[in-house]
């Protein structure tokens, strides 16, 4: 939550001057510029670049590069800016390559369910391309993010439980690497054995390897019925009971969102709805009309013999979408019951037998601390976030939050599960992943760093430290 | 199809002395042993490793790593043998560590539907486990394989359409790494976001990265109801398209199976079957009643819209497995086809909607060479297998399939599909490899080995050649 900033590598004016030249315009070193783009939505105070540069081309990505990497100077992708463990801060200072307006759709195949797309192209601009053609691209992880931020964080969100997240959807992509060559890897086929699994170590590399510039994913039919149901639950540990039925007895649920009774009353204030004031699953499926039918009727069947209300559907298009925009107005929602208030959000994800103990002893702590809180989730993967609410300018608040979410993510580890399921590393959760993945596990990790970006020049001292 | 042999690193006596001390009667240097474990199931003659050895715990397998290390001697895991690309020829010499005995299951989660087991385990080994649960293990390449090996080819097999493969399905490993170190990725949540995925990287890795001595892997509930149905269709063309109608209608199939005609006579002798005798579809569905039942009226419009006969339906598990066991046996059926024959058989895996031309061109090119061949394939994937029959001894035929096979492999390249879907790189494939990595691909898979096993002991050779 305060300010990381490490030894500074500052582009120096014959580099600025150098990109200048290439990019005319599109080259900013306003504070106001730096500034935004030093920024995610952590609590992390800012350390801005020392330039932006908008790119619109692969080739200016590499002429960017490559013109960094001769002065050995940071450079930092920036997509949305929707990242929340400090992602994109320019902790070394350098250049922070903003890729928003490298959004084109490349190519869709229709027959192959594939889309090729630069890394700016967000997944709200490709699902509006993908309508008309009835298919769509499922990873949603709330933020209208760009396809390279989730690549880069290995993002998911709250269709994963039934479509796999970004690990699972990216066939092959595109990067510039820090000696500016250009690296493909993947193709189009669904499968592969063709050597080392390049994609996989790009996807969730957060920028530190090199500069996503495209990607082909997988897309999926449009299913032929949809339904949207919401389930008030007597509790949020029978809520829990009952997602680790469902997912038990293997029911293809598409989404399964906890929102507990705070996040409720939050929304319902913010999107002016009048939702009964209570833990609640909302759930989504996606089939044939037998097949949602059968679904519904298993779910509700669970949910009841753990005290869950009647369904309350939602099988309009119009109703669905103001569902979900109110799942992913919660953060808004939230920020909006404590005025002033930043919002701690944590990420850990559990093996689905140990969901109960870890909200259950996530909400014991946080209440003995009096901070405001709510809980959501998607609990159909074991993945929850709890959300803290605190005075920033207040440094007790500060530290019992960071006591709090560090507790719980060592919970998490305990349990077999991991930090963070979808948020990433980071700058914030880097002690975290030596304790999950041993410092074996993170020697491993520098090791391909260091063989990959031997100047450290792509998005230095995230996710660990090199040594310098 | 020729001995590969390279500067071999045979193991001192010393080194041998060491681990008859640490093992006993668990080191072999008798030829009969070490020529068995030089050998998969691929064409290539036999270069045997010096010593075989058979570990049974994880520590022995450290101390046998860290003994050939201080002697920088290969070090090659063996599992089942069932390897087509070369991957456990000992082509530099050295140890061969064979991971049979470690075949415990070493806990089942019901709850959690996960299972952690050593590298040894196989697949009807661990199914055999589940079944009582009501749970199952769906990836299956054929061969009754060992989890360790399936890790390391990244291998799929004919319920991959529906389940994925070994890439999405291991959830995390234990590895013993070049110098000794145990190396532990992954937690037994269903996603994360912690760092690089070490996962996925030892995934399809074949041995040239540690030693894998467990993994936990996903398991699925029993699908309530299971039917598998075969399906006569006028041509292989129809057949393909009745695929690709499929998968682009969403339908999940959990198999969906080519066998041509020739495939099919070859079953029919070798299995004592009365299949008609054309192109056919091996199919199987998973779900509840109804999904079956709406699943397969689907699938059967489909195929009657493009020639296919009336589904014959196999509804009892014992059909099932006659029909499943015979499409295992495909590959020994096609041997007997052609007394004293090699049978070369490769892999190679295409988007979706190029599928028909891929398998069209390439039986046009067997037809021409007047080759004997077989056609199976996981084609709900854009998966096939050419499976040329050839005499070993006639060094003709084996240039001819050696082009053929080339060729097969290098449209799939152009088609943007892949040289091998599931079988690996091994030796066979490291020219196609560059074609379709790239060299820029190569040269980070080649930095990435270079960088965790600098002394090149770990099944050195493999995937790509290191410049010595």
Request: one cysteine or more.
């Amino acid at each position: 939550m305060t300010t990381v900033t490490r030894q500074r590598r500052t582009a120096p004016a014959a580099l600025i001057q150098d990109l200048k030249l290439l990019l005319g315009e599109r080259l900013s070193t306003a504070a106001a510029v730096r500034e935004q783009h030093g920024r995610d939505e952590s609590a992390f105070d800012v350390p801005a670049p020392d330039a932006v540069v908008f790119c619109e081309t692969a080739e200016e990505v590499t002429r960017v590069v490559t013109c960094a990497a001769a002065h050995r100077v940071p450079v930092i992708a920036f997509g949305a800016g929707s990242s929340l463990e400090g992602h994109v801060l320019a902790t070394e200072g350098g250049i922070t390559l903003d890729l928003a307006r490298m959004n084109r759709i490349l190519k869709i195949s229709q027959e192959d369910m594939t889309a090729t797309v630069q890394a700016g192209v967000t997944r709200e601009e490709l699902n509006r391309a993908l309508r008309a053609m009835g298919l769509f691209f499922p990873i949603d992880p709330g933020a209208n993010a760009t396809l390279g931020g989730m690549a880069a964080t290995r993002a998911s969100g709250t269709n994963a439980v039934r479509y796999g997240t970004m690990r699972e959807n990216v066939l092959g992509l595109t990067a510039v690497l820090p000696d500016g060559r250009v690296l493909r890897t993947g193709t189009r086929a669904r499968k592969s054995s063709a050597g080392y699994d390049l994609t996989r170590l790009f996807v969730g590399s957060e920028g530190t390897l090199g500069i996503v510039t495209e990607l082909t994913v997988r897309l999926y039919p449009l299913p032929e019925a949809v339904s949207a149901a919401i389930c008030h639950m007597p509790s949020v540990d029978a809520a829990v009971r009952t997602t680790i039925q469902i997912v038990q007895m293997g029911i293809p649920i598409a989404r399964c969102e906890l929102l507990d009774e705070r996040a409720v009353r939050a929304v319902n204030k913010h999107e002016r709805m009048q939702l009964r004031e209570q833990p609640m699953l909302l759930m989504e499926f996606h089939g044939s009309d037998t097949g949602v039918r059968e679904q519904a009727e298993l779910v509700q069947q669970i949910a009841q013999e753990n005290g869950g209300q009647d369904f309350e559907w939602a099988d309009t298009p119009e109703e669905r979408t103001r569902l979900w925009t109110a799942r992913h107005h919660a953060y808004f929602a939230g920020l909006q019951t404590r005025p002033g208030c930043r919002c701690i959000v944590t990420d850990v994800c559990v093996p689905i037998s140990r969901l109960a103990d870890a909200i259950g002893e996530a909400i014991a702590d946080v209440e003995a601390s009096g901070v405001p809180y709510y809980v959501v989730g998607h609990v159909g993967d074991g993945n929850f976030h709890m959300c803290y609410l605190i005075d920033g300018a207040d440094a007790r608040e500060r530290a019992v939050v960071e006591r709090l979410a560090t507790q719980l993510a060592q919970r998490a580890i305990t349990l077999e599960g991991t930090c963070t399921g979808e948020h990433g590393i980071g700058l914030h959760k880097q002690d975290l992943l030596i304790e999950e993945a041993g410092a074996t596990g993170v020697s491993l990790m520098q090791a391909i760093k260091a063989a990959l970006d031997p100047s450290n020049i792509m998005n230095p001292g995230k996710i660990f430290q090199l040594a310098p």
